[in-house]
């Protein structure tokens, strides 16, 4: 899933009551910029919000122009509550663009 935001946004849907299980990511950040991955439901994952990567409120920080990446043949990281969606948690308003790439299981 590719993915260009200025805000918080949903990264990956949870389907069927089912966990996250994240496989890769790329993400750069056009200014300096603060992100965490977290998990949750409601908007942008507002509800029930834990943090997969980094804190709540975006603590990992970026420069800009920079960003991180990890790809992976396999998940290696997961969602710890079924049902919960995956989403970019930011700090501020500049954009961040990136792909995700995730399967979700039981």
Same mark, same amino acid.
């Given at each position: 899933? !590719?993915?260009? /935001?200025? @805000? %918080?946004? *949903?990264?990956?849907? $949870? ?10 990511? &790329?993400? *750069? @950040? !056009?200014? !300096?910029? #603060? *992100? $965490? =991955?977290?998990?949750? /439901?409601?908007?942008?994952?507002? /509800? ?12 990992? $920080? =970026? !420069?800009?122009?920079?960003?991180? $990446?990890?790809? #992976? ?5 997961? #969602?710890?509550? @079924?049902?919960?969606? &995956?989403?970019? %948690?930011? #700090?501020?308003?500049?954009? &961040?663009?990136? *792909?995700? /790439? ?5």
């Amino acid at each position: 899933v !590719a993915f260009s /935001t200025t @805000a %918080d946004l *949903v990264l990956a849907h $949870s389907q069927n009551s089912m966990r996250i299980f994240i496989c890769s990511i &790329v993400m *750069v @950040a !056009a200014g !300096a910029e #603060s *992100v $965490s =991955l977290v998990e949750g /439901t409601g908007s942008a994952c507002g /509800t029930s919000l834990r943090g997969i990567i980094g804190g709540f409120g975006g603590t990992m $920080s =970026l !420069a800009a122009n920079g960003g991180f $990446s990890s790809i #992976s043949p396999f998940p290696w990281v997961a #969602s710890a509550v @079924a049902g919960n969606n &995956v989403c970019l %948690d930011k #700090s501020g308003s500049g954009n &961040v663009s990136g *792909v995700i /790439t995730y399967r979700g299981a039981l």
